[in-house]
């Protein structure tokens, strides 16, 4: 078993890093459908927000004449025509990931803005066995990011809790407080996450989660402990 001696929980968001990313291809397509221009300000105020937030953003965004809600609601019908040709599906190396989690002895819990049944039981069920057995799945869709609030949910230090996540509203937080971070930025050709990531001054990131090893927690884990992880950074 290789313990490590500061992090005891390490928190994966779902959709991004565990699944594959089918909401930020939806929002893009959705802003520019209903004439809005897809910025940097826009997926940062549309992407991680509450949902009624999100939909009340994406209709400023575009200018449309409707509510949060009847935006957000136009947005997953969008999601639901684009999943029939580009499902949901956990992403390549996911296992791995949560193999290699296990050998390190931490608690390992997912996180997304959807309720458990649909973002965990339905898609990362046969994984369950890896994740915490009390609390495998937290909904932070009423408190985006969450992060604060996982945190206090299992009653850890900030600096003992790593987040993995693929947007850096969650990087921008887990700097405020302390917390562990390691990027997975999202990377298709409209996004902005990867640039923003380094102007927080995030100092590891991964294209794939294949590349999460032992030896890179190892050196996440020795900053974390030291109080270095974010030391220098902007």
Same mark, same amino acid.
């Given at each position: 078993?290789?313990?490590?001696?500061?992090?005891?929980? /390490?928190?994966?968001? !779902?959709?991004?890093?565990? =699944?594959?990313?089918?909401? !930020?291809?939806?929002?893009?397509? +959705?802003?520019?459908?209903?004439?809005?221009?897809?910025?940097?300000?826009?997926?940062?105020?549309?992407?991680?927000?509450?949902?009624?937030?999100?939909?009340?953003?994406? @209709?400023? @965004?575009?200018?449309?004449?409707?509510?949060? %809600?009847?935006?957000?609601?136009?947005?997953?019908? #969008?999601?639901?025509?684009?999943?029939?040709?580009?499902?949901?599906?956990?992403?390549?190396?996911?296992?791995?990931?949560?193999?290699?989690?296990? #050998?390190?002895?931490?608690?390992?819990?997912?996180?997304?803005?959807? &309720?458990?049944?649909?973002?965990?039981?339905?898609?990362?069920?046969?994984?369950?066995?890896? $994740?915490?057995?009390?609390?495998?799945? /937290?909904?932070?869709?009423? +408190?985006?990011?969450?992060? %604060?609030?996982?945190? %206090?949910? +299992?009653?850890?230090?900030? *600096? #003992?809790?790593? $987040?993995?996540?693929?947007?850096?509203?969650?990087?921008?937080?887990?700097? *405020?407080?302390? @917390?562990?971070? =390691?990027? /997975?930025? *999202? !990377?298709?050709?409209?996004?902005?996450?990867?640039? #923003?990531?380094?102007?927080?001054?995030?100092?590891?990131?991964?294209?794939?989660?294949?590349?999460? &090893?032992?030896?890179?927690?190892?050196?996440?884990?020795?900053?974390?402990?030291?109080?270095?992880?974010?030391?220098?950074?902007?």
């Amino acid at each position: 078993m290789s313990k490590l001696q500061k992090i005891r929980l /390490v928190a994966l968001d !779902s959709d991004g890093v565990l =699944l594959n990313d089918t909401y !930020s291809p939806v929002i893009e397509r +959705f802003v520019t459908k209903h004439g809005g221009q897809y910025t940097a300000a826009v997926e940062r105020g549309v992407w991680g927000s509450p949902q009624l937030a999100a939909g009340q953003n994406m @209709a400023l @965004a575009c200018k449309l004449p409707w509510s949060g %809600k009847e935006t957000i609601d136009a947005f997953f019908e #969008e999601r639901a025509e684009y999943l029939k040709e580009n499902p949901v599906q956990v992403t390549e190396g996911a296992e791995q990931l949560l193999a290699t989690l296990r #050998e390190t002895d931490v608690r390992v819990v997912c996180y997304g803005g959807r &309720n458990r049944e649909y973002s965990f039981d339905t898609f990362l069920g046969g994984l369950a066995e890896y $994740f915490d057995k009390e609390t495998p799945y /937290v909904d932070v869709n009423d +408190f985006r990011p969450g992060t %604060k609030e996982i945190i %206090k949910q +299992f009653g850890y230090q900030p *600096a #003992e809790v790593l $987040f993995v996540d693929d947007i850096n509203r969650v990087a921008e937080v887990t700097k *405020a407080l302390g @917390a562990g971070f =390691l990027g /997975v930025p *999202a !990377s298709l050709p409209h996004n902005f996450q990867r640039q #923003e990531m380094v102007e927080t001054g995030v100092r590891y990131t991964v294209d794939d989660i294949r590349d999460i &090893n032992l030896d890179l927690l190892a050196k996440l884990d020795e900053e974390l402990a030291a109080g270095t992880l974010w030391d220098g950074r902007k």
